[in-house]
């Protein structure tokens, strides 16, 4: 069978701010054929996909819609090419029917008749072997419903080129089999179909072809049948790079803090954490290695007292009194107040971490705002602590009274950091600690993390990038869709085996448990 | 008689609160709290007295002095709007603040312009008070107030209301309310539809503020009250779950508590203590809050407000 060019894109880059997201990318997609876009969280699997369908518009290089050239410049453009995208978070009217939410932004003249809508959504179901009902408000609807009534949207517009990003990331192995049939079908119909994953098994079952993104670049496109789940690992984390981190042994190391058969759901009422057990010892950097919204957020808030927790509890061993006490389902001030010193450096630094409106030594006031008897501030004592951190961090900032958001993502780090760790924690946790700093920061980052390590504080370090990982833990913990799959050695680990554990199924397991 | 009387006035003193609502519901529904509603409806009414003005002494058919004072209050009141769209659509900025802002501005201007229109002549604008109040100009009771604008403001809420649930182009409106980035998605112009969602909005409350004036009111003091007005507009849009249709209960409810002081004594037989009048024009709040607390404890997902509600849009957020 001759196979047709669908879609074409050559040279593509994309540059937010200093960050590359993609860099040259070309690649090509055929007439009826599956083609995955497997790669890191990071790599700029959904940042290239966004450049198609006109979300973004690339700095440089072109897109070919059947051998022409394009310009997209919107979503609708989008559309007008046939092009249509599944986005990972739903964008759709809650407040509205199905069919609403299908016909929404047509541009069809034609006068507007709901039955008419509802006709030719049920004609797409049965044509594809979904179902869907579409009177129904999006908000009675199961996220797999939800998924179908996206696909059925860029459906209804006659996209020949469906791009889907991550769909299978919330669905049970059952909805994810059923819409795996609606896409053969698809296929065999002659759509173009682009799926966007982390999870090798899918991409091996459902891909004709494999495009590979590491760190913004395409890496290779092979045929998915000339590929195994090594090959495709190797491509995606790519060869170790040597960082020089410094490593020291941990020293004295006793267990500081137990987590036990932690389990909780988010809103939607999807586990995110599942039966997750480890120790975290005094004097060591436990690392927390996963594809992001694996549930490293959810855990360090868990922990933090921020996040709801279903079972499990949370054993604290205190060094000076060598009492042990469970923090589960406490407020963060009921832990402090129980004498545990825990540190939490938050993913989002000016969300969750600092108030970016105030200046340095406010935000240092955020964290002993209670000290004291007396009804007014004590700023001294900050402003003292905010010119410590300053000096002894390098922070480049005008002075103590300047606000936080206008510093470099880097400095703002710093005074994070320097805050958390002024509190002299026994327990030290950092979320994504180095993204978005340059290199200088980062090491500055690092070094610090080592420091706490030595004088016995327990750290965990919740990363993005293995390299990183690999150099600056002890131990590294795997989490995969809110399970551990791994805990490994940092020393002797290698980066394809982390790659394999963030990425591999557990589905047979799954499937196993909900036969019993 | 004093019971229908007071019916009628209840109805026509509505029609303000409707006009206003009316307008503020379409810029609640693309997402945009305008809070300079008050504003609004003041500088519409100062625009069409400025057009009255304009036209007196020449002679003009009444049907087209009310049309020309329409689309002079309008224009008027839609640059308000322009001026709202321009700064918390493309500008970004915060919609409470510009929307207060707005007020203060608009009440100010209002002043200024109606106190120099009664410096030059002596109000000649209410010369057209005639042509508004027709086809019951002539009546003595309160029927005399449900003049030409009465029906334009209750065809505009029926218009509206079938409108933002009939059409696409309604749909496509609310869903941008709902949700900027999912309405982006699909194609829909967010920032066009704001900005007409809200000059159309603006435009259509600020015929509230002219027919306060030119019909209800009469009087050439009546530009001083139309600012609490407004207010009430922004109440009766919560009062009636976002739905114009409702609006027109809504304004009726509104105006009976409004002014039920002012017939307490001649219904009831009761003497109010003239203390008593702003507790009694405080019940539309109240109410307001009792529907607020109802719908909040019953949670229908249909009557919350529009999601997006005072959210700003960003495209190119990563």
Known sequence: ???????????????????????????????????????????????????????????????????????????????????????????????????????????????????????????????????????????????????????IKVLYRNADILILDEPTAVLTPQETRNLFEVLRNMRADGKSIIIITHKLHEVLEISDRVAVLRKGEHIATVDTKDATESSLTEMMVGQKISLNIERTEPKNSVVRLKVEGLSATDDEGLKVLDNISFEARSG??????????????????????????????????????????????????????????????????????????MNITDNMMLRSYRRGKSMFVDRARPKALASEIIESLQVNTPGVSTEVRKLSGGNVQKVLVGREIAAAPTVLMVAYPVRGLDINSSYTIYNLLNKQKESGVSVIFVGEDLDVLLELCDRIVVINSGRITGICDGRTVTKEEVGLLMTKSHEEEREVKSNE | MSIVNYLLSSFSIGIIFLLGATGEIITEKVGHLNLGIPGVMSVGAAGGCVALQLMYGHNLPGFLIVLIALIACFVSAGLMGVIYSFLTVSLHSNQNVTGLALTTFGVGITKFIMSRLTRIGAHEYLYALEYFRAPFANLTNSLKYCGVMTFIALITAILVSYFLYRTKTGLNLRAIGESAATADAVGINVTSYKYLATIIGSGIAGLGGLYYIMDYAGSQEAYLSIEALGWLSVALVIFSLWKPHICIAGSFVFGLLYIANAYASSILGIQLPMAMTPLIKLLPYVFTIVVLILTSIRKKRENQPPAGLGITYFREER
Request: charged residues 25%.
């Open chain 1, 1 to 151: 069978m001759k196979k047709e060019l669908a879609l074409e894109l050559k040279h593509i880059t994309k540059t937010f701010g200093n960050v590359v997201a993609n860099h040259d990318v070309s690649l090509d997609v055929y007439k009826g054929e599956i083609l995955a876009i497997l790669g890191e969280n990071g790599c700029g699997k959904t940042t290239l996909m966004n450049m198609i369908s006109g979300i973004y518009f690339p700095d440089e290089g072109e897109i070919f819609v059947d051998g022409k050239p394009v310009i997209i410049r919107s979503p609708k453009d989008a559309f007008r090419y046939k092009i249509g995208m599944v986005h990972q978070h739903f964008k759709l009217v809650d407040i509205f029917t199905a069919g609403e939410n299908i016909v929404l932004g047509d541009s069809e003249k034609k006068r507007f008749n709901l039955n008419d809508v509802n006709n030719r959504v049920a004609e797409i179901t049965e044509r594809y072997g979904f179902t869907v009902d579409p009177q129904k408000k999006i908000y009675e609807m199961s996220v797999s419903e939800k998924q179908t009534v996206e696909i």
């Open chain 1, 284 to 357: 060591e950097i436990l690392g927390i290695a996963g594809i992001a919204g694996s549930g490293q957020r959810e855990l360090l808030e868990a922990i933090a007292g921020l996040y709801p927790l279903n079972e499990g509890d949370i054993i604290y061993n205190n060094p000076k009194t060598g009492d042990t006490v469970d923090l589960r389902n406490k407020t963060p001030l009921q832990i402090r107040n129980l004498g545990v010193r825990l540190s939490f450096v938050p993913e989002d630094r000016l969300g969750m971490g600092l108030v970016g409106n």
